[in-house]
């Protein structure tokens, strides 16, 4: 079994070195692939100081800024070049703590396809939020959750384990959404191609060292994905359909109606 935490990064070097080593501790299987889009700060120079220093650290650069999403399906791309079995997402500014990574394995042993960290189930939550950012997290989930049907609890989060052939069966390329609605639009597409998603309760910290990425551009995209979204439902719009997600899916294409 082999897996790939892809981490994306932005002016991410006070977090890099510890980040990394944590997600190694928690075993063999796992091996880290820092997505770097040219940081200013010179994070994409450390990952590669890194990454000559121990195997099973890879790095991919990118000429420029642009954006979670890509970062996100240039390393699903990787990742399934490779032959790796499971491919995570995470942050890099230790919001999601490695040690939750096995848990999300042993969930994958139950017989899940896509596995997604949520911070609102009992067992879940977040430290060092405002009251505020609460409510616009928990409203942020519900609002997608309940418009577009999804069966997550946590629509909106990052932190997430998927079996290759689920991410072979999406159409990575063909993604719409590029910075925080990815998450719900992800989540959306492995609903609607069949995939059994389950969720492991997680605790999330806010940062303590660097700049949070979050700002209203992204907020506003999200809502607007998700009206996009719900759109294309009641368009009729047919599903791609997966027949056997237990192996390489076949994919057909279901007529309307």
């Not at 949520?118 to 609002?143: D, E, H, I, K």
């Not at 995939?195 to 809502?223: C, Q, W, Y």
């Not at 979204?229 to 719009?237: C, T």
């Amino acid at each position: 079994m082999r897996c790939l935490v892809i981490v994306p990064t932005y002016n991410e070097r006070e977090n890099l070195i510890d980040l990394i080593a944590l997600i190694l501790q928690q075993g063999e299987v796992f091996d880290v692939l820092v997505v770097d889009d040219n940081s200013p700060d010179q994070t994409g120079v450390l990952a590669d100081q890194i990454a000559r220093e121990n195997p099973r650290v890879q790095v991919l650069h990118r000429s420029g800024r642009m954006g979670l999403g890509t970062a996100y399906v240039a390393g699903f791309h990787y990742g399934i070049a490779e032959g790796y079995d499971f491919l995570f997402e995470m942050d890099a500014d230790f919001s999601h703590n490695p040690a939750y990574l096995p848990k999300f394995l042993d969930k994958m042993g139950e017989g899940y396809d896509v596995v997604l960290g949520t911070r609102n189930r009992a067992g879940g939550g977040v430290r060092n939020w405002s009251w505020s950012r609460r409510l616009l997290s928990r409203g942020g989930s519900l609002y997608a959750s309940t418009l577009l049907g999804l069966s997550v609890t946590d629509a909106t989060g990052g932190f997430k384990c998927f079996k290759r052939q689920v991410l072979e069966a999406l159409d990575l390329d063909g993604l719409r959404s590029n910075g925080y609605s990815f998450q719900i639009e992800v989540s959306y597409r492995c609903q609607q191609l069949g995939f059994r998603i389950g969720e492991v309760p997680i605790i999330f910290v806010d940062r303590t060292r660097g700049k949070s990425k979050m700002n209203h551009r992204i907020i506003v995209e999200a809502l607007k994905m998700t009206g996009k979204l719900k759109l294309e439902q009641l368009a009729g719009r047919p599903p791609v359909a997966v027949r056997n997600t237990t192996a390489t899916p076949e994919i057909v294409r279901l007529p309307r109606g």
